[in-house]
C-alpha cells in the first residue's frame, strides 16, 4: 500500500477512475468519515456505510462522497492524500480543508 498526494489537476480523474473501476460492480464498499477540527476534535460522520460514489466537481471546486442515504460535500478542498494498493484500491483518504479542517475518511 503507497500513501500520495494527488494533485488537484488530477481529481477530477482520480475519482470517476475509481468509482468506474471499483463502485460499479455487485460487491458492496463500506465507508466511515469522520472530521477534524481544533475548535470540535474529532466529529464522527458517518459509521462503516455503504459508499456509490467519490467525485469531484471543478467548477465548483466541490468533492462529493455519495453514501446511503446521504452526500457528504467538502467545499474548496487544498489537498488530498490517499493511501491506495498496487490495484487502485482506496483504504483512506485524508481531505485538508482551507481552514485547515480535515476529513479521514476510511475505506474497506
Known amino acids: 500500500m503507497t500513501s500520495k498526494k494527488i494533485t488537484k489537476r488530477q481529481w477530477q480523474k482520480y475519482f470517476d477512475t475509481?468509482?468506474?473501476?471499483?463502485?460499479?460492480?455487485k460487491q458492496p464498499?463500506?465507508?466511515e468519515i469522520q472530521v477534524m477540527s481544533?475548535?470540535?476534535?474529532?466529529?464522527?460522520?458517518t459509521k462503516w456505510?455503504?459508499?456509490?460514489?467519490?467525485?469531484y466537481d471543478p467548477?465548483?471546486?466541490?468533492?462529493?462522497?455519495?453514501v446511503d442515504k446521504m452526500e457528504h460535500m467538502i467545499a474548496h478542498p487544498k489537498?488530498?492524500?490517499?493511501?491506495?494498493?498496487?490495484n487502485g484500491w482506496l483504504t483512506g483518504m485524508m481531505i485538508i480543508q482551507k481552514g485547515g479542517e480535515r476529513?479521514?475518511?476510511d475505506i474497506r
Request: no cysteine; glycine share 4%; charged share 25%.
Open 79 to 86: 489537498e488530498i492524500y490517499v493511501n491506495e494498493e498496487d
Open 38 to 45: 481544533e475548535q470540535l476534535g474529532v466529529q464522527p460522520q
Open 18 to 25: 475509481f468509482s468506474l473501476t471499483f463502485l460499479k460492480d
Open 59 to 66: 467548477k465548483s471546486d466541490m468533492l462529493e462522497i455519495q
Open 29 to 31: 464498499e463500506y465507508i
Open 103 to 105: 476529513n479521514i475518511i
Open 49 to 55: 456505510t455503504l459508499l456509490k460514489g467519490i467525485s
